[in-house]
Every structure is written in structure tokens, then in C-alpha cells.
């Protein structure tokens, strides 16, 4: 089972900042948080991951509070071509053999 | 994605029917993962592969079986389809034998089950 909650879906238009927050309640010491964007008909691809506070790179920011039972993936300015799938991962990424496990996902759509 | 190649993109088999998916990362010394995504849902972790062995399974029947060759490539075997196995096949590598730079997947196999 998937150890992540998120939104089912969320709208926002082109221009506007969108938070996307991920409750990871039972997340373990070893574990990290990574995010993933998916097209129709296309494989997951990576955006971002963090273990504590901020992490920021050329596509996004992500927020994780001191207690790392939740955390927000940022992005800024979005366009019509952010309109994807967005999955949060929880996991042991150091451990051979531990494979990250997907829940739903958040459905964002963005309009003119 | 340029860094997994999946083979065929498109796929229709009849009920009753065998299959064989293929997965070919770019580079070596990968950890193989095959997940199935039915439509609408995210990716149903299958199986992981490193050094041609069987790391970790997920809730699937024993229909469902794999290969990872000396080359780092794999194959997803399916045998006796049901009509409920249809659906996007994907095949992510991650280097070495953790996650730590993340997945990298292909863009799928698309297969229909009739």
C-alpha cells in the first residue's frame, strides 16, 4: 500500500503558483521523499527529492517540515504543459532492494 | 525516455495468451523495476531486478515472472492473459542498487488484452 495521501486533483491557471502537499504520517528515519510528474501515455519522471527542509532545483521547490510527516511540492509560474499526474514517493532510496511504491496521484489541471 | 527503451510500444493478445515485454536500459549496472498502470491509476509495483536476481515482488500471481540478463537488461513475462491485465507496462531503472538518483522510465507498453 501506498504510504502517502494526497489531493485527488487541483486546478490552477498559467502564470499562478501551485502547492501540491503530501501526508506521509508513518514515514520512517531512512526514508526520502521524491516526487514524480506524469503525461498520459508516458513513464513517471523525476522532479525533485529531499529528506528535511528545503530542496530546491531548475523546476521546483520542495517543503518539509521538522516532524517530516507531510511535504509541499512547489511550483512556480505553472504552464499549460504542467498539466500532468504528480505522485509523491516515500522510501528507503540508500536500501538495495526497496522499491518506491505509487500511490494515486494528484491530477493538475491549468487553464489560460 | 531516452534512458530506458521498452519493446513493443503496442501490444494485443487474446485471453489465454502469453507475453513477453522487454526492457532495455542504456546504461549497465542498473537495478531493473517493472511496474503495471492500469488506466487511471499510478504504477502497480510488479517486480525489481539487480544482477539477475530477484530483489523484492509485489501482490502479484506467479503469472507474472521476469529475467534480467548479464547486460542489465529484462524481460516481463505474463502468462495465461485475463482480460484485467491490460494496461501500460513501464520499466524504470535506477543506477546502481538503490534510488538514490531516482527513476528513470520508459515510456511504456501499451497492452490490450481481448
Known amino acids: 500500500l501506498a504510504k502517502t495521501t494526497q489531493p485527488i486533483s487541483m486546478d490552477s491557471y498559467e502564470g499562478q503558483e501551485v502547492n501540491i502537499t503530501c501526508s506521509h504520517n508513518n514515514i520512517a528515519t531512512n526514508d526520502y521523499i521524491t516526487w514524480y510528474q506524469q503525461f498520459p501515455s508516458q513513464g513517471p519522471r523525476f522532479i525533485i527529492q529531499?529528506?528535511?527542509t528545503k530542496v530546491t532545483n531548475e523546476v521546483a521547490s520542495l517543503f518539509i517540515p521538522a516532524d517530516r510527516k507531510s511535504s509541499t511540492l512547489s511550483l512556480p509560474r505553472v504552464s499549460l504543459s504542467d498539466t500532468a499526474v504528480y505522485y509523491c514517493l516515500v522510501g528507503d532510496i540508500d536500501q538495495a532492494g526497496t522499491a518506491l511504491i505509487f500511490g494515486k496521484g494528484t491530477t493538475l489541471s491549468v487553464s489560460s | 525516455d531516452a534512458g530506458v527503451t521498452q519493446s513493443p510500444t503496442h501490444l494485443i493478445k487474446t485471453r489465454g495468451q502469453q507475453v513477453t515485454l522487454r526492457c532495455s536500459p542504456k546504461s549497465g549496472h542498473d537495478t531493473v523495476s517493472w511496474y503495471q498502470q492500469a488506466l487511471g491509476q499510478g504504477p502497480q509495483f510488479i517486480f525489481q531486478?539487480?544482477?539477475?536476481?530477484?530483489?523484492q515482488r509485489g501482490n502479484f500471481p506467479d503469472r507474472f515472472s521476469g529475467h534480467q540478463f548479464p547486460n542489465y537488461s529484462s524481460e516481463l513475462n505474463v502468462n495465461a492473459l485475463l482480460l484485467g491485465d491490460s494496461a501500460l507496462y513501464l520499466c524504470?531503472?535506477?543506477?546502481?542498487?538503490?534510488?538514490?538518483?531516482?527513476?528513470?522510465f520508459g515510456s511504456g507498453t501499451r497492452l490490450t488484452v481481448v
Open positions: 529531499g529528506y528535511k
Open positions: 531486478y539487480y544482477e539477475e536476481e530477484e530483489r
Open positions: 524504470a531503472r535506477s543506477f546502481g542498487q538503490s534510488q538514490v538518483y531516482g527513476y528513470t
